[in-house]
T-cell receptor, first 114, second 116 residues
Framework: TQLLEQSPQFLSIQEGENLTVYCNSSSVFSSLQWYRQEPGEGPVLLVTVVTGGEVKKLKRLTFQFGDARKDSSLHITAAQPGDTGLYLCAGAVRGGGSQGNLIFGKGTKLSVKP | NAGVTQTPKFQVLKTGQSMTLQCAQDMNHEYMSWYRQDPGMGLRLIHYSVGAGITDQGEVPNGYNVSRSTTEDFPLRLLSAAPSQTSVYFC???????????????FGPGTRLTVL
């Protein structure tokens, strides 16, 4: 069974602080996606990383894919209350041929207080 | 262009009752999926479809049925609801297989189901 461990599970910080969320596995992924989910809504894709060592930036969010394609991180600089939500990572299993090849982590619930 | 729509948004059932959760998409996507989301468990795949007339089981299919008679619609049926099926259910669609590079799954707003 492939597992995708996310940490921390909960994070409560003040506006302006920096934070990092981690996504780790013993499995190798062909790609890894990060989603953000707001209360009462479905997840929305933020980014997909594909190449080992790849770094992508989306405004104040920086996403990194580990060199071995087994882990990823999301770093938020100067967090704002609008960043509040549930952050999910999802890894695509290499060689998978079905919808089940996308494995979701349990999520990190972020709360940014003004 | 509404994307992925789900109805109802909320539902309360008694144990043993049946119901159908509706899902529709207007993006002409071939791939559609049903997930359930439980606290501390992340998203788990229930059933999916790779095109009209083709469905398959995901990680947690027991107690659920699906069919795909059109490209647009992918209903999820609970034949005899159980308290263990209390959850938030999300429907998703995409133009390619879920984990394929460059693919994006679009999720509906969810149905919050409580089984008493």
């Amino acid at each position: 069974t492939q597992l995708l461990e996310q940490s921390p599970q909960f994070l409560s910080i003040q506006e302006g602080e920096n934070l990092t969320v981690y996504c780790n596995s013993s499995s190798v992924f062909s790609s890894l996606q990060w989603y953000r989910q707001e209360p009462g809504e479905g997840p929305v894709l933020l980014v997909t990383v594909v190449t080992g060592g790849e770094v992508k930036k989306l405004k104040r969010l920086t996403f990194q894919f580990g060199d071995a394609r087994k882990d990823s991180s999301l770093h938020i600089t100067a967090a704002q209350p609008g960043d509040t939500g549930l952050y999910l990572c999802a890894g695509a299993v290499r060689g998978g041929g079905s919808q089940g090849n996308l494995i979701f982590g349990k999520g990190t619930k972020l709360s940014v207080k003004p | 262009n509404a994307g992925v729509t789900q109805t109802p948004k909320f539902q309360v059932l008694k144990t043993g009752q049946s119901m159908t959760l509706q899902c529709a998409q207007d993006m002409n996507h071939e791939y559609m999926s049903w997930y359930r989301q439980d606290p501390g468990m992340g998203l788990r795949l229930i059933h999916y479809s790779v095109g009209a007339g083709i469905t398959d089981q995901g990680e947690v299919p027991n107690g659920y049925n699906v069919s795909r008679s059109t490209t647009e619609d992918f209903p999820l049926r609970l034949l005899s609801a159980a308290p263990s099926q209390t959850s938030v259910y999300f429907c998703a669609s995409s133009s390619r297989l879920a984990g394929e590079v460059g693919n994006e799954q679009f999720f509906g707003p969810g149905t919050r189901l409580t089984v008493l």
